[in-house]
């Protein structure tokens, strides 16, 4: 059970290396009791000796497991309600558009925004008892090239709306470059020799693994889920930037002309040398 008094959060995508695991760690230290979880369990087990964290394994694409989750939590909280429920199961599928497998295409969006919508309805009762707060995890890439986090930012600002009348807050944070697992774990991205893009393939797999030759800074995940607890903590609603190059690029898709936009994004990924 959870101590009388203590709040409670529930965080997707939990294994160590990544965004979830790290916001872990910090909210069990801001004294919050902790619902970690990921798909597979063996994958966060450093946090299983923590002081009011409970580690539960949880699917986000199946309904029968989102509801052993649900009848746990709820046995958990006291009768309570959740706090904050923080959606950061992700994976990542990348590939020329053209290039995509429909199936694994169709992966993408149940993990990345049906998951996301799935976990949220199962807990939102708890959540409006509560008078809670819903994280979801978007992305700067939602503006430009990545249609699921693009769907998953209008998601939140609608369920913003929606749960207002009770109280509950929706927070989407729109991520910028952060140091995870996410992009190490991915499989290589290899291009079938008939791609209208195969001269790009290395600029491509750079992308999707995140190389050291991308040119890209990342913030730490510790660094970063400090910066997020303490929005959501601090009483945030809407949207937030964090992460590095959030801010830039808060601050790109306002001012800058589409077509300088078009040539930065082309030349880091192949496309100016097609």
Same mark, same amino acid.
């Given at each position: 059970m959870?101590?009388?008094?203590?709040?409670?959060?529930?965080?997707?995508?939990?294994?160590?290396g990544?965004?979830?695991?790290a916001l872990? @760690?910090?909210?069990q230290r801001?004294?919050f009791?902790?619902f970690a979880?990921? &798909?597979?369990?063996?994958k #966060?087990s450093?946090l299983?000796s923590?002081s009011?964290?409970h580690c539960?394994?949880?699917?986000?694409?199946? /309904?029968?497991?989102?509801?052993?989750?649900?009848?746990?939590?709820t046995?958990h909280?006291?009768?309570?309600?959740?706090?904050i429920l923080i959606?950061n199961?992700?994976q990542?599928y990348?590939?020329?558009m %053209?290039?995509?497998v429909e199936?694994?295409a169709? /992966? #993408?969006?149940?993990v990345?925004f049906?998951?996301?919508?799935?976990?949220t309805?199962?807990?939102?009762? %708890?959540?409006?008892?509560?008078?809670g707060?819903?994280?979801? #995890?978007a992305?700067?890439s939602?503006?430009w090239?990545?249609?699921? %986090?693009?769907?998953?930012?209008?998601?939140?600002e609608?369920? &913003? *709306?929606? @749960?207002?009348?009770f109280?509950?807050r929706v927070i989407s944070?729109i991520?910028?470059?952060v140091d995870?697992?996410i %992009? /190490?774990?991915?499989?290589v991205? /290899?291009?079938?020799?008939?791609? &209208?893009?195969?001269?790009?393939?290395?600029?491509?797999?750079?992308?999707? *693994?995140?190389?050291?030759?991308?040119?890209v800074?990342r913030?730490s995940a510790?660094?970063?889920?400090g910066k997020v607890?303490?929005d959501v903590i601090?009483?945030?609603?809407?949207?937030i930037?964090?992460?590095?190059?959030?801010?830039?690029?808060?601050l790109f898709?306002? *001012?800058m002309?589409?077509?300088?936009?078009?040539g930065i994004?082309?030349?880091g990924?192949? @496309?100016?040398?097609?």
């Open positions: 959870a101590p009388t008094g203590t709040k409670s959060v529930l965080i997707t995508g939990c294994s160590t990544g965004i979830g695991h872990a @760690l910090t909210f801001k004294g009791t902790v979880t990921a &798909r597979d369990i063996t #966060m450093d299983t923590l009011n964290t539960l394994a949880l699917d986000v694409t199946s /309904k029968f497991s989102i509801q052993q989750a649900v009848e746990f939590v046995a909280t006291n009768g309570r309600g959740l706090d959606n199961s992700g990542q990348v590939r020329p %053209m290039d995509m199936e694994e169709r /992966k #993408m969006f149940d990345n049906w998951g996301v919508f799935a976990v309805q199962a807990f939102v009762d %708890m959540l409006i008892l509560a008078k707060a819903i994280v979801n #995890m992305s700067i939602g503006y090239y990545t249609p699921y %986090m693009a769907a998953l930012a209008i998601f939140g609608t369920l &913003r *709306l929606e @749960l207002q009348p109280g509950v944070v991520t910028g470059a995870t697992n %992009m /190490k774990n991915s499989s991205p /290899k291009l079938p020799t008939t791609s &209208r893009y195969y001269t790009a393939e290395k600029q491509i797999i750079d992308l999707a *693994l995140g190389n050291d030759n991308d040119g800074k913030m510790e660094e970063f889920a607890a303490g601090g009483g945030a609603n809407g949207k930037w964090r992460g590095r190059y959030s801010s830039i690029a808060r898709n306002v *001012l002309p589409t077509g300088v936009l078009d994004l082309s030349k990924r192949g @496309l100016d040398a097609l």
